[in-house]
């Protein structure tokens, strides 16, 4: 059974730092790149955030689902996971440099990085840190990336380090539009994610 790499994995890849929107970004689509642009540089001012919604996982061996809950403040998360793919709870806390994985009946797992924290637990090698990006609807700055943009300048799908992320639906919140739907295809697995409840915030402005 894969259920606890499922966890462990369905929590380590909403981990990210954060860093300077640059990119090198190659555009597709019907999009206006100057509209775009903007909307990036809007959207990347967020630093802080509350989500709830689901999160379903497709594999080879296994497969599940479950509820999400993510706290964003700066560097700071708290990330939580119940439901089916759970089996009850699991926990992600920390900040750069001390990461703290409770999983309910299982125990606690400590590693200086998410990703050294995937690579002991799943012994897979992920772009684990670029999910702060894609929640937003941006690529991850510090990789090549091609971007194909819809019709109101918003990403539609993103192809990135082995991974092809399609943006089903958007919702305004705050004057933000963010991803409300998206699909994640790459390294054998699936991750769905649907956001019920998005609150967007500038801590650093």
Not at 73 to 86: A, K, V
């Amino acid at each position: 059974m894969l259920v606890r790499p499922l966890i462990a994995f369905s929590l380590i890849v909403l981990l990210a730092g954060c860093s300077s929107l640059t990119s090198r970004e190659a555009l597709e689509g019907q999009g206006d790149p100057a509209r775009w642009q903007a909307h990036k540089q809007q959207v990347g001012s967020l630093d802080a955030w509350q989500i709830s919604g689901k999160v379903g996982i497709r594999a080879p061996k296994d497969s599940g689902s479950g509820t999400l809950f993510w706290l964003q403040r700066q560097d700071y998360y708290d990330i939580r996971l119940s439901g089916p793919l759970g089996r009850g709870a699991a926990r992600l806390t920390g900040r750069p440099g001390a990461i703290l994985l409770e999983v309910a009946n299982q125990g606690r797992y400590k590693a200086a990085s998410p990703e050294a924290l995937l690579q002991q637990q799943l012994g897979l090698n992920l772009p684990v840190s670029h999910l702060l990006w894609w929640i937003r609807g941006l690529p991850a700055p510090n990789s090549k990336s091609r971007l194909t943009l819809d019709g109101d300048s918003r990403l539609a799908q993103l192809r990135q380090d082995g991974w092809e992320v399609d943006y089903l639906s958007y919702a305004e919140q705050n004057g933000f539009w963010l991803p409300e739907r998206l699909k994640l295809n790459g390294h054998d697995l699936q991750v769905t994610l649907v956001i019920k409840d998005w609150q967007p915030r500038q801590l650093g402005q």
